[in-house]
T-cell receptor
């Protein structure tokens, strides 16, 4: 598709429950990124993929967060045992190899942990 | 990674030209400067990217002085719909490398 598609748009989870978010990158884009946006516009880079391979996971809280990009499937970001501080908007973005570092964002998935 | 500094907020009126300046004193030789726009409840949207001098597209212009330690996003004749947060980012031009977002500038356009 021509847009980065993220689902679900909204997700509410109780503390300790699992949350799973999905992202379909723009067709033909080789790179996928996940960012977390919390209050005051702060963005935190989580992880990036080059096709199905992890490219950079320096921002990933590894204890409870995991992510995958498998062939012919949407990419996913999963949070095990959610905590209140995981409440945020999670943005997925994608880019082409030829476009340098210009990345295109989806509309985000709003996670609320109660 | 080069850190960016922008004004937290700016006010303007419809029809005016708005210039938002970003400081990036530690920009590296390979770094590009990219600006994104974000409306409430939406993902950031790419506006413009440049390396040096001036870049112009249908939406904005980007002015980069010779030392590249700052850049200015220029929005001609803003309208109410330009009210948004504008982010200045600096990063190398290699695909796959993550971009680091600063705090952004909240632009309020008034009638």
């Amino acid at each position: 598709g021509e847009e980065v598609a993220q689902t679900p748009k909204h997700l509410v989870r109780g503390e300790g429950q699992k949350a799973k978010l999905y992202c379909a990158p723009i067709k033909g884009h080789s790179y996928v990124f996940w960012y977390q946006q919390v209050l005051k516009n702060e963005f935190k880079f989580l992880i990036s993929f080059q096709n199905e391979n992890v490219f950079d996971e320096t921002g990933m809280p590894k204890e409870r967060f995991s992510a995958k990009c498998l062939p012919n499937s949407p990419c996913s970001l999963e949070i095990q045992a959610t905590k209140l501080e995981d409440s945020a908007v999670y943005f997925c973005a994608s880019s082409r190899l030829e476009s340098g570092n210009t990345i295109y964002f989806g509309e985000g998935s709003w996670l609320t942990v109660v | 990674l080069a850190k960016t500094t922008q004004p937290i907020s700016m006010d303007s009126y419809e029809g005016q030209e708005v210039n938002i300046t970003c400081s990036h004193n530690n920009i590296a030789t390979n770094d590009y400067i990219t600006w994104y726009q974000q409306f409430p409840s939406q993902g950031p949207r790419f506006i413009i990217q440049g390396y040096k001098t001036k870049v112009t597209n249908e939406v904005a212009s980007l002015f980069i002085p010779a030392d590249r330690k700052s850049s200015t996003l220029s929005l001609p004749r803003v309208s109410l719909s330009d009210t948004a947060v504008y982010y200045c980012l600096v990063g190398d031009g290699n695909a796959g490398n993550m971009l680091t977002f600063g705090g952004g500038t909240r632009l309020m356009v008034k009638p």
